[in-house]
């Protein structure tokens, strides 16, 4: 009778009733006994005995790099795996790896856990573990006997959600700990409102649940699809685990990704208790792993696999982050050191000489508000910088508090590794950065919107010139720009589109800015715009890149558009050409072409191929910039050359010519990607 009333109460409420549920009140408690109850005995009732199904996935692993982590992560390994799956009452179950192939773009050794290579089969059991119980142990599950003990519920809303063949009404079910410093999920349970079956859960863990220092978080979603019309069974998969380093904080994160779709169940088949001898997921021979006969090429399955519509783990991570807070989820360590860029602690230029430095971060209340300090000291110019950062991360992006004094190239686009360029200029003499000593305060926002980021700023700036004041090992510094100084109030706002994609799908970027600044004796504005993209043209492709600016009259001379200063981009006059307004892009045709492949121990090589990219680019830049030194393109400046990129794309050799001075150069340097880290 209590069951049947608490059924009656749900089917009463619309969402608008559901949004009102507070936390263990009776009609969701009794929901929760009767999915609990309905876990138990699913086999009995439903007569099922045994089952055999086949599981396809892949396994991604990937990098992020850059401030903020805002980039997309770049695919490192993917591998691609089928999987005949089978389970017999009670709750034993067997996996067997009968296909898999895998693809490195970059050089790794990872090895996964077995469990990462397979799917969940029960649910998780009553107990949850992840990487063979390395990274997560024995998590109580919030339907497994006597989990009221430990989780608060709540009715959030009542949905129809859509599986293969039909449409199910579920009810959705938050999930959080009693005690938020125990070895818990938090997360949400969609029951179906008939039986009270469990169609899918969506969740992440505690901090205490991590074992593994190195987590950040791990996301996962269960699918499950109704088979027969009887069987609730899985049907779709994903899992996310994220890391960092352990000693310290550098904006770079390991992603692993699993994602499985699951059918071809055979159901009451009468399977043997001898299959399911020995582990839980196992591999075939690779003779018959070889011999899968697979329906596409990698290549095509991946890019295919990277267009099609995911479920969305960052709106889980959002949606968890409503139910706990960040010092309850994050895994990363309250205080330790790091910085933006390895280069923050140790560079050379010419205007401030070696600069040693140092610096941390602070994450209050387990990472609801982080704060970042930084410091150096130039040896040579014997100025001290330092600077200093709150953020509060939500759950559409963040707000941050920032002050602090430092050297600024005044490029909108670097040149050269920065690392690279340290080298360059204490042994060599060659600086390619020019340079502003900048003292800021401000306050930034930035919210994603779908795929768009949008940032907001404003504050105050107070420019002044640096001159070159080292001495380089061998050879000569050129000057440094003389920039003239000013204060200026600043607001600025930015549009960008970062997807994340799998190499060889299109990488189609873009991102627009607008600058106003209002100063003690000048007012202006900046705008400018970038767009990229890398069209697949059958086993070759084609990447264009371009990029438009302008700036009114009284642009402030730091922040004028300059273009050049390394190989073959520059001016007669000096070594960037500079402006007020100005364009440019280009086009690189990029093949692959088999290469000797040379190992790197037992698990990683160089590739064997490398990428021989023809392009052609070029840039115009003209107006005059009061107070800077940078002198007009004199119309298009085209260059072409071919570069070649080798160890898996991240070293590039290139040689490039001007075509109008007849100037050539050779350059090498890592892929662009790694710049923001180094």
Known sequence: MMRLLAVLTLAALGPAGLAGQTWNDSATTALIARAAARRVSAEADTGLRDFEARAHGFVFFLGQLGEGLAAPP????????????????????????VGWRDRRDLPTDI???????????????????VGEGDEVRDVPHPLAPGAAQWYDYALSDSLTIEIPQRLVRVYEVLVRPKEPAAPRLVGTLYLDADQAQLVRMRFQFTKSAYLDPSLEDITIVLD?????????????????????????????????????????????VGLADQLFAGPEIAAAS?????????PEPLDA???????????????????????????????????????????????????????PGAGGVVRAAGGALELRVWGS??????????????????????????????????????????????????????????????DRARLAVRRRLGGVTVSLSGGMERTQSVATVATPVTGTFRPNASLGAGRYWVGRVSVARRPWVLPPQPDVGFELQAEGGLGDTARYVRLRGDGR?????????????????????????????????RGPEGCNASVRCGGRYGAGGGAEWRVRVPFPELPLGSLVSTGGYVVVAPFVRGAWVDGVVGGAPWVASGGLRPVTGIGI?????????ELGVDLQRSKWALLADLHRGLWTLL
């Open 301 to 355: 399955a991946i890019a295919e696999t990277a267009g099609q519509g995911t479920l969305d783990l960052a709106s889980v991570r959002a949606a968890v982050r409503q139910l706990a807070s960040a010092r309850v989820l994050s895994g990363l360590p309250g205080a330790r050191p790091g910085a933006a860029s390895v280069s923050d602690f140790l560079h050379v230029n010419r205007v401030e000489g070696l600069a």
């Open 533 to 565: 993209v890398e069209v697949p043209l059958g086993s070759t492709a084609m990447r264009l890149h371009g990029w438009a600016a302008w700036g009114s009259r009284d642009l402030r001379p730091d922040r004028a558009f300059v273009w050049g200063g």
């Open 286 to 294: 690779a003779e018959a792993r070889s011999a899968y006969p697979w």
């Open 224 to 268: 499950n699809g109704l088979w027969e019309g009887r069987y609730w069974l899985p049907r779709r998969q994903e899992i996310e685990i994220r890391r960092h380093t352990t000693w310290l904080d550098l904006p770079a994160r390991g992603i692993i990704r699993g994602r499985w779709e699951i059918g071809e169940y055979r159901f009451n």
């Open 645 to 653: 990129e080798w160890l898996h794309q991240l070293v590039r050799l």
């Open 74 to 97: 770049k695919l490192i390994k993917a591998d691609q795996l089928v999987l005949e799956v089978y389970w017999k009452a009670p709750g034993r179950s067997k996996q067997r790896i």
């Open 377 to 438: 000291y130039g040896l040579s110019d014997e100025r001290l910088k330092a600077k200093a950062g709150l953020q509060r991360p939500t759950a559409w992006g963040s707000v941050a508090l920032e002050a602090g004094r430092e050297i600024r190239d005044v490029g909108d686009e670097p040149l050269i590794t920065p690392l690279f360029n340290s080298f360059s200029a204490q042994e060599l003499g060659r600086d390619y950065g020019d340079y502003v000593l900048e």
């Open 111 to 129: 090895q996964y856990h077995r469990d990462h290579l397979g799917i969940v089969t029960n649910g998780f059991g009553n107990r949850i573990r």
